[in-house]
């Protein structure tokens, strides 16, 4: 327990003795670290109430359980056509994961590895919170936000066939002489559904839109002189930022929705869309990077507490590691008389995620955690 909870380096700075004879920070450190991992040798494995084997990838995965099944068997299927090694990556996802407390906000987050992986779910998610920053930013200085949808008719084409056509579409409508008048940027993203009925892929774009006023019909009007048989066009007037954000962040990290789709639907999409851009910007949106992470809002530094498991389950006993989980839960900042304690690791950690998604645990399983 203790060895897992403290480094080496921790260790020897913690046991630098004072040539003055006082108490230094490091001595401090000592007691606190001592007291910390004594209560932690102590610590029995009760009937928590969550899982006793409960790992930090468990918990992520418990909101997106049938996602990731399905996921799973996807690269599982796709290694062995294509000999490849991606379902390791997937199943190593958020596998290495440790508590940090920032040195100056003394709020903790939990970081972990990725296999950034598009299909993976915990990965979308991530994905999702940076597209939503980003897109919400990018609304709130645009002066007529809006909402363009643009469809093809329904084909038996090939799918890769129809996105290489709706991307090429796409490309000369918003060269077009009425879009480059009126429209001063905006991000796109591809999304594509499955007709249930018909057995029909229905592959589609949606835009937010920087653009003065346009009637609809002659959007509609130009879609339908370029692709030669489509004129669905639906525009709409963005007013809420956060919830179109949330939108565009939803669908431009997801394409598809893999829970909704059968096994052999799964493979054509995935092969339709592998090494294919899924979402970009363009004009003033360029500016934006879709791919670039939230920065951080503190300043300060983050250090490394323990690995997760450890924590978690420490905490069902111990009060230091409960403050830990109790902090993370909430975003607040861990109470003083543990701070000291807890910053004893000195394990700088260079470019942190920049926000944890925390999700809902399910009922009770932290509760002992946060009275
Ligand atoms: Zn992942």
Redesign the pocket.
Known sequence: MIDGLLTEKARSLAQQPSSSGKSTPAMNNKRKTQSFSRTLVHTKETSGRFPAELSYQDYKIRSCKETWERAKKLYTFIDGRDCLARTR??EA??TRTFFAINSETKTVKVLSN????RW?????R?TKANIAWQTENYIEHVKRPKFLTLTLKHSEEDLRYQIDTLYDFFKKYRKAKLLKKNVRGGIWFFQVKKNKTTGLYHPHIHILLDCDYIPQKQLAGLWLKITGDSNIVDIRAVHNAKKSADYVARYAANPAELKDLDFESLVVIFDALHGRRICGTFGNAKKISLRAKRPADESGTWLKIADWELIVRAGRNDTMSKAVVKSWLTGQPVSDQFCLGLITDFQEIENPPPKDIIISPVSGWFDEMMS
Do not use: Y
């Open positions: 990556n997937l996802c958020r990725a296999c950034k992986l993976c779910p915990i990965c979308q991530a």
